[in-house]
């Protein structure tokens, strides 16, 4: 029974327990009770699911149904329904859809409940219809939502089960990838990955007022892009809520300076987390997530008007830090870091997403088929690892190929470099960009980056017009910001022109890193250049980016 694509996408998870039992056959049907279900034909069609009209579900005797969600007239089915959740336990309020013409769960008469704020999937409204519970059984992933459900709907008790989470123990054991993860979303060895998560409504990190201007623009203005990746992680209600093409459009600013925006109806998100290095998330289940698998977080945005007040989200929210818009973003996500690894209250947290780790393939399994009434297959039932996604995500694979402010610290025959993205800066200079220079391509389609850039790059393989300019009195006419142009060369080196006529050309020497680049060299031309009395001579100086261990020898000679 799938309600939309982010049930659908939970309810895959569970059914792989049935894989190789020629046995069980599976058919889908949309419940057709969300507002939010556009697409969900389409993921059938695209996943070869066979699927039948909801109608038909209702008229037929299955042996099984399964849902993981609430949604719909359910108590309709003529057949036996095992409910679970579809994020990490039950966190959430969710109140029932005005105006859609849809509902969020069985219609006709309603329960009352008890009129306190309970977790959706726990109380009497979505469990029971006149009276009677809906769901056969009742999965939970730990003992915690048992107690919180023996409050709440004592009479739903005796047919929960406490399962495990399958979401949880699939990432447990892809861990050990987690370099392969790494690799196929294009990180590069050194780089660090932050995962910025998003749930769907109001107070997600993209709904919230501050959000789209602030949090993720932050995270791409201040994190240096040569040592930091960051991806968006976009709750699917969002992507199908306001339609793929609208979403990918509000974020293009950001996709085109480096932020890796992946579908919301894959793995991918799975395979990021495993790769992450840091969260900026929410209130949804995939800051939870991140939490139990020990990645240090901050929050972004939290909604605690839309999270159940005695659920684990709730202490979610009470101990992680909320992302503040006074101090460094880095500084932040560093200090969490340092703080959350032996933190006593995060490690009981943790505890509370399953409360039978890496059990959760062999207790569904077993639940599943003693309600078809057939053994179990004779071959272990375990987690299947998070497939490597085939391709990256949408967003600009080199993001230091835009306008950059660069700043170099040099010091004992070292230099250090850290590039920020030009537009995403604020027009005010952000506190990081203290000293920093401008580096722009000459061609940029922005005119105003070269025209204001300290230090223009001209690729190799572009026609060289400017190289025939031996007048900076006409450089500076058509780049009125120019201290220099730096030619790039074969092997990432440059020659470089410079203001006063001197000619230098440097040259990347021994084993070169794979971040070494013309437009490195250049910056650090740049501010030898600027720190020289006098005309600027030959310099050896060994470079890195940001804090990479790894550093490459730059050769600068006079011409």
Same mark, same amino acid.
């Given at each position: 029974?799938?309600?939309?694509?982010?049930?659908?996408?939970?309810?895959?998870?569970?059914?792989?327990?049935? *894989?190789?039992?020629?046995?069980?056959?599976?058919?889908?049907?949309?419940?057709?009770?969300?507002?939010?279900?556009?697409?969900?034909?389409?993921?059938?069609?695209?996943?070869?699911?066979?699927?039948?009209?909801?109608?038909?579900?209702?008229?037929?005797?299955?042996? !099984?149904?399964?849902?993981?969600?609430?949604?719909?007239?359910? +108590?309709?089915?003529?057949?036996?329904?095992?409910?679970?959740?579809?994020?990490?336990?039950?966190?959430?309020?969710?109140?029932?859809?005005?105006?859609?013409?849809?509902?969020?769960?069985?219609?006709?008469?309603?329960?009352?409940? &008890?009129?306190?704020?309970?977790?959706?999937?726990?109380?009497?409204? %979505?469990?029971?219809?006149?009276?009677?519970?809906?769901?056969?059984?009742?999965?939970?992933?730990?003992?915690?939502?048992?107690?919180?459900?023996?409050?709440?709907?004592?009479?739903?008790?005796?047919?929960?089960?406490?399962?495990?989470?399958?979401?949880?123990? +699939?990432?447990?054991?892809?861990?050990?990838?987690?370099?392969?993860?790494?690799?196929?979303?294009?990180?590069?060895?050194?780089?660090?990955?932050?995962?910025?998560?998003?749930?769907?409504?109001?107070? &997600?990190?993209?709904?919230?007022?501050?959000?789209?201007?602030?949090? !993720?623009?932050?995270?791409?203005?201040?994190?240096?892009?040569?040592?930091?990746?960051? !991806?968006?992680?976009?709750?699917?209600?969002? %992507?199908?809520?306001?339609?793929? %093409?609208?979403?990918? @459009?509000?974020?293009?600013?950001?996709?085109?300076?480096?932020?890796?925006?992946?579908?919301?109806?894959?793995?991918? %998100?799975?395979?990021?987390?495993?790769?992450?290095?840091?969260?900026?998330?929410?209130?949804?289940?995939?800051?939870?997530?991140?939490?139990?698998?020990?990645?240090?977080?901050?929050?972004? @945005?939290?909604?605690? &008007?839309?999270?159940?007040?005695?659920?684990?989200?709730?202490?979610?929210?009470?101990?992680?830090?909320?992302? @503040?818009?006074?101090?460094?973003?880095? @500084?932040?996500?560093?200090?969490?870091?340092?703080?959350?690894?032996?933190?006593?209250?995060?490690? +009981?947290?943790?505890?509370?997403?399953?409360?039978?780790?890496? *059990?959760?393939?062999?207790?569904?399994?077993?639940?599943?088929?003693?309600?078809?009434?057939?053994? *179990?297959?004779?071959?272990?039932?375990?987690?299947?690892?998070?497939?490597?996604?085939?391709?990256?995500?949408?967003?600009? &694979?080199?993001?230091?190929?835009?306008?950059?402010?660069?700043?170099?610290?040099?010091?004992?025959?070292?230099?250090?470099?850290?590039?920020?993205?030009?537009?995403?800066?604020?027009?005010?200079? *952000?506190?990081?960009?203290?000293?920093?220079?401008?580096v722009a391509d000459i061609d940029d389609p922005d005119a105003g980056w070269p025209r204001s850039a300290d230090v223009l790059l001209m690729p190799l393989g572009r026609p060289r017009h400017v190289a025939g300019i031996v007048s900076w009195e006409a450089i500076a006419a !058509?780049?009125?910001?120019c201290t220099l142009l730096a030619l790039e060369e074969p092997e990432g080196g440059c020659l470089a022109l410079l203001r006063d006529g001197v000619r230098l050309r440097a040259r990347w020497d021994g084993r070169r890193p794979s971040w070494t680049s013309a437009a490195i060299?250049?910056?650090?031309?740049?501010d030898h250049a600027m720190s020289t009395v006098g005309s600027p001579g030959p310099l050896r100086v060994q470079v890195a980016i940001g804090a990479e261990a790894e550093t490459g020898l730059l050769v600068v000679d006079a011409l």
């Amino acid at each position: 029974m799938v309600h939309n694509i982010t049930s659908a996408t939970r309810l895959l998870d569970l059914l792989t327990v049935f *894989e190789g039992d020629r046995r069980v056959q599976t058919v889908f049907a949309c419940t057709e009770s969300s507002a939010l279900d556009e697409g969900t034909l389409e993921f059938f069609n695209s996943r070869g699911m066979l699927h039948i009209p909801w109608e038909e579900a209702t008229v037929h005797r299955f042996d !099984l149904a399964i849902a993981t969600s609430r949604g719909g007239d359910l +108590q309709k089915l003529r057949t036996p329904l095992i409910g679970a959740p579809h994020g990490a336990g039950y966190n959430k309020l969710l109140k029932r859809e005005a105006g859609s013409g849809k509902r969020e769960a069985g219609s006709g008469k309603r329960e009352a409940g &008890s009129g306190k704020r309970e977790a959706f999937g726990l109380s009497p409204e %979505w469990l029971s219809h006149e009276g009677r519970i809906v769901p056969s059984a009742i999965v939970l992933s730990h003992d915690e939502q048992r107690d919180r459900l023996a409050v709440s709907c004592p009479e739903a008790v005796p047919v929960s089960v406490v399962a495990g989470d399958p979401c949880f123990d +699939q990432l447990q054991v892809s861990a050990p990838f987690r370099e392969n993860y790494r690799q196929a979303l294009g990180i590069r060895p050194g780089q660090k990955l932050i995962v910025v998560s998003s749930t769907w409504g109001r107070g &997600s990190i993209l709904a919230s007022d501050e959000s789209e201007t602030d949090v !993720l623009r932050r995270v791409l203005a201040e994190l240096p892009v040569d040592e930091y990746r960051v !991806l968006a992680a976009v709750h699917c209600n969002a %992507w199908y809520g306001h339609g793929a %093409w609208q979403l990918q @459009s509000w974020l293009a600013p950001l996709t085109e300076h480096g932020l890796l925006l992946p579908v919301p109806d894959t793995e991918t %998100w799975k395979a990021a987390l495993l790769a992450a290095d840091g969260i900026i998330g929410d209130h949804g289940s995939l800051t939870m997530y991140g939490i139990a698998l020990g990645i240090p977080a901050i929050l972004g @945005s939290f909604a605690e &008007s839309k999270v159940a007040p005695q659920s684990p989200m709730a202490r979610l929210g009470k101990i992680l830090p909320r992302c @503040s818009a006074h101090r460094p973003l880095l @500084s932040q996500i560093e200090e969490a870091a340092a703080v959350q690894q032996d933190s006593v209250e995060l490690r +009981q947290l943790r505890a509370t997403v399953t409360s039978r780790p890496g *059990e959760s393939a062999a207790l569904l399994r077993r639940l599943f088929y003693e309600w078809l009434e057939l053994p *179990e297959p004779v071959t272990p039932a375990r987690s299947r690892v998070v497939p490597v996604p085939s391709t990256v995500p949408v967003g600009n &694979s080199s993001p230091a190929q835009r306008p950059v402010y660069a700043s170099v610290t040099s010091e004992e025959g070292r230099a250090t470099v850290q590039r920020y993205p030009a537009p995403m800066q604020r027009r005010t200079m *952000e506190r990081h960009l203290s000293g920093a220079h401008l580096v722009a391509d000459i061609d940029d389609p922005d005119a105003g980056w070269p025209r204001s850039a300290d230090v223009l790059l001209m690729p190799l393989g572009r026609p060289r017009h400017v190289a025939g300019i031996v007048s900076w009195e006409a450089i500076a006419a !058509l780049y009125p910001g120019c201290t220099l142009l730096a030619l790039e060369e074969p092997e990432g080196g440059c020659l470089a022109l410079l203001r006063d006529g001197v000619r230098l050309r440097a040259r990347w020497d021994g084993r070169r890193p794979s971040w070494t680049s013309a437009a490195i060299a250049a910056s650090v031309i740049h501010d030898h250049a600027m720190s020289t009395v006098g005309s600027p001579g030959p310099l050896r100086v060994q470079v890195a980016i940001g804090a990479e261990a790894e550093t490459g020898l730059l050769v600068v000679d006079a011409l």
